[in-house]
């Protein structure tokens, strides 16, 4: 059962009071230290966009800075760039040729340091590789690779050559692999031999085997030596290519394919409100110009920073802000492939002392793991490098935030609190950190040239609500591939085309300071993880034992909400502890560990209206051992109390 209140979390956010103002030495040196920048860009926002997207290079310049026909909008019409060429060969004229762009490290404790001319070299020899297997401007490309460089490279080799990526996370399993490319059409897949984490090999080409043994389109996978023979990976000389062997042959120079604008960058996979998940199409110019404008001024990069986003490249933090922003501001980023507690529990604290991390930006869930591990970890390390930390993914508690304030910031470093989804491409709502003053538990205010509001159901302002967008800005998603209807439904009809509807809830308070207090829809926030209910119920339907499931997202104070399944069993079956397990690794089976249900309880009916609808709210209200809200409309109102006694002698 849960012990802690599951509402507090929510409840020291309205109840939170205290103000910092920005250090007045962090102001002196800010990237944005003129207020007047929010002014001038709600002003005119296309103006505020294309003096931003102006800093990158264009080869053709864009005729109109924005075409909006609701719900479909494009930006720097006619303009044409490359995204490589902008994350690389633009750096490359100056002394930043021989600066670090990536740092790496490997779980193991391996290094590696890519300057920008060696990334250049790397991505424009692994774009002849591509060439060299048929892809093509267009083409989609799949990468299922774990955190090292050559993810980066083959991401900035398919924007070399104008192929599409489709990243999908190390962790999901071989179904959600397949479902994806082949949701995606993908003709190449990229992956490796294994990868590391906890001291152990992710067997990341078997998983791949098994996805693409039912992947029509794919043609070839190319696989990066990572672990080499202790990974035991299998070889199909008629499907597999080694990448150290291709590149090994291919040539070191390849010329950016000029892009459109508006061509098609990439797709990444998310979990809405049902269970399939949505491929978000993000294009070339206004995406890019985003994740550079944001990155230069929440993250306030410098020349000599080294910027360390502690998010997997599979993600979309990955994808804005270790890859596509830092590099097109010619930063240095740290990258890093296993996990924060091996081999011990200040792994990351060693990694900021070792390479002078001045920039991280991690997620909530983690700080508060750290919170529990104990402030020694952090204590015993030298972290006087930092001067900025950002938070992602989900709402941040107060008592984390001064937390990490005091223990990792030492009490000198701002926090940028980044609201944003994998739709919008980059951060909408975050402090600038030289001019805003931070609220722990707010993302504060909307960036510059960005139009948010909290509105009621009508769609009038409200001090509490919905979170939604009143216009458009330069890094949304343009679809949901293939399904351009489903992109219309779930973030449009709600407010008539006019609002785009985040699916977050909010509220405004006095100084009109934006408080996020999470999902209003049946998609869940685990560890800063997006998972649909439903795609989770549709796996544990899919064990044999099972008749019916429903899932919610339950309070959890480490993790945010922690998946919670109500399972009733076929007829003649046993509940059993064997049982509990098997449908538990079911589910990993079907989508990955990252769904695994926290608990599954028996029961023998789910509370259901008279129409047949679950009605999970009052199986929240169960889960979470709050009085039960109005069963009023249930079929039959005993199922529930029932259901709660159960629990409750659990
Ligand atoms: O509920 C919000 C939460 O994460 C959702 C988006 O998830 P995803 O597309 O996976 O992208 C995560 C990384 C950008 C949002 O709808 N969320 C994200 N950032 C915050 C947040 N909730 C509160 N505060 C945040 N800073």
């Not at 209140?5 to 040196?29: C, H, M, N, Y």
């Not at 930092?386 to 989900?394: D, Q, W």
């Not at 609190?417 to 805003?436: H, K, S, V």
């Not at 785009?500 to 100084?511: N, S, V």
Request: proline share 6%; aromatic share 10%; hydrophobic share 40%.
């Amino acid at each position: 059962m849960p012990t802690e209140d599951p509402q507090s979390a929510i409840r020291a956010l309205l109840e939170e009071k205290r103000v910092f103002p920005p250090p007045k030495a962090f102001t002196d040196q800010a990237n944005a230290r003129d207020g007047a920048i929010y002014a001038e860009a709600a002003k005119d926002p296309e103006a505020f966009w294309a003096r931003m997207a102006g800093e990158l290079k264009w080869t053709k310049p864009w005729t109109k800075v924005l075409d909006w026909n609701p719900p479909h909008a494009q930006w720097f019409v006619g303009g044409q760039l490359n995204v490589s060429e902008n994350c690389l060969d633009r750096h490359l004229a100056g002394w930043r040729r021989n600066k670090a762009a990536i740092i790496w490290e490997g779980e193991p404790g391996d290094e590696r340091v890519l300057t920008y001319a060696d990334l250049h070299r790397e991505v424009s020899k692994f774009s002849n590789v591509l060439k060299g297997l048929g892809i093509g401007k267009g083409d989609r490309v799949n990468i299922y690779l774990p955190m090292i460089p050559e993810a980066a490279v083959a991401m900035l080799a398919c924007t070399r050559i104008g192929a599409v990526h489709s990243v999908v996370f190390g962790g999901f399993s071989a179904e959600s692999l397949r479902e994806r490319i082949n949701d995606a059409g993908a003709k190449l897949l990229i992956t490796a031999d294994g990868g590391w984490r906890r001291g152990k090999i992710l067997p990341l080409k078997a998983v791949a085997d098994e996805a693409v043994k039912d992947c029509p389109t794919i043609t070839k996978t190319v696989v990066v030596r990572r672990v080499g023979e202790a990974a035991g990976a299998s070889f199909d000389p008629a499907r597999d290519v080694w990448y150290h062997e291709e590149m090994a042959k291919a040539a070191l120079t390849c010329p950016p394919e000029p892009m459109d604008a508006e061509d098609m960058l990439y797709v990444l996979y998310t979990s809405g409100s049902t269970g399939k998940p949505k491929g978000i199409v993000h294009t070339t110019g206004g995406y890019l110009t985003h994740v550079y404008a944001t990155t230069k001024l929440i993250f306030d990069l410098k020349e000599e920073d080294v910027f360390w986003c502690t998010a997997d490249v599979g993600w979309v933090t990955g994808h804005s802000y270790i890859v596509y922003g830092p590099l097109a501001n010619g930063a240095t980023v740290l990258m890093y492939e296993g996990s924060p507690d091996f081999p011990d529990k200040d792994r990351f604290w060693r990694i900021v002392e070792k390479y002078r991390v001045t920039i991280f930006y991690t997620a909530p869930t983690a700080i508060r793991t750290f919170m529990r591990w104990g402030e020694s970890y952090p204590a015993g390390r030298d972290l006087s490098s930092l001067r900025l930390l950002g938070t992602v993914g989900e709402p941040i508690n107060p008592e984390a935030w001064m937390w990490y304030q005091e223990h990792i910031g030492r009490k000198k470093c701002p926090i940028v609190d980044t609201w944003w989804q994998t739709e919008t491409g980059g951060i909408l709502i975050a402090p600038l950190p030289g001019l805003t003053a931070t609220k722990p538990g707010s993302a504060t205010l909307a960036f510059p040239g960005i139009s948010a509001e909290v509105v009621n159901d009508a769609g009038d302002p409200a001090a509490a609500g919905y979170l939604v967008l009143t216009k458009p800005w330069p890094g949304m998603l343009r679809t949901i591939l293939n399904d351009d209807k489903r992109y219309q439904q779930t973030y449009w009809d709600r407010y008539r085309g006019v609002f785009y509807f985040t699916g977050d809830g909010a509220k405004r308070d006095e100084d009109g300071f934006f408080w996020l207090l999470g999902r209003v829809d049946d998609v869940m926030n685990v560890s800063g993880h997006r998972i649909s209910t439903m795609e989770v119920e549709s796996a544990l339907v899919d064990h044999p034992a099972v008749a019916e499931a429903a899932v919610i997202g339950r309070a959890d104070e480490m993790k945010g909400q922690a998946v919670s399944a109500f399972v009733t069993l076929k007829a003649h079956i046993q509940p059993s502890d064997e049982l509990l397990k098997e449908i538990k690794a079911h589910v990993v089976k079907k989508i990955g560990a990252l769904a695994r249900p926290e608990d599954i309880f028996f029961t023998s009916e789910l509370p259901k209206t008279r129409s047949g609808k679950i009605m999970r709210r009052l199986l929240r209200d169960v889960a979470e051992g709050r009085v039960l809200g109005d069963t009023t409309t249930l079929a039959d109102p005993g199922v529930v109390a029932q259901l709660k006694r159960q629990y409750e002698e659990k």
